[in-house]
């Protein structure tokens, strides 16, 4: 998979001198999200990004209007940037996933913002566990990239 793969089909991207894809990164949402090297290498579709809500990371799009979030980082932890996040992510999302949880406070954070555990088998067999959202009205809901 290449970095184009994380992009739902039909989508018009333009790639930018620093590998910015400028259709995402222009959207309000993310402010920038680049290729993750190691990602390219693994084809699994990860890129880099950074959010005006403080909140940086690994995430893919699954196509259908879903985030897959790999790792969030909050830039300065303790300051309500990770609820921002999240409560944008569920305006702009159809679905939010955050895979490979392995901090008990992010686990509690969720289950307080309406996740479930969920479980996730990739095409090689892998195994991801984490939280995920799913909007209750999945006709009402924009995916914020079209």
């Known amino acids: 998979m290449n970095a184009r793969a994380a992009i739902k089909p039909g989508v018009a991207v333009e790639r930018t001198r620093d590998g910015e894809f400028a259709a995402l990164a222009g959207s309000g949402f993310f402010e920038t999200w680049k290729p993750d ?30 985030l897959d979030c790999l790792a969030v980082i909050a830039r300065e932890p303790g300051k309500g940037q990770f609820r921002r996040f999240i409560a944008a992510a569920k305006k702009s999302f159809r679905r939010v996933a955050v895979w490979e949880d392995w901090n008990p406070v992010i686990g509690k954070a969720l289950k307080r913002y309406k996740f479930r555990r969920a479980r996730c088998v990739e095409a090689d067999g ?15 809901a924009t995916p914020h990239v079209k």
Do not use: C, K, Q
């Open 37 to 66: 090297p190691v990602g390219l290498i693994l084809g699994t579709g990860y890129m880099r990004f950074t959010t005006a809500h403080g909140i940086d990371g690994l995430a893919r799009l699954d196509g259908e209007g879903g």
């Open 126 to 140: 892998e195994v991801s566990e984490g939280w995920e959202w799913r909007s209750p009205n999945l006709n009402s």
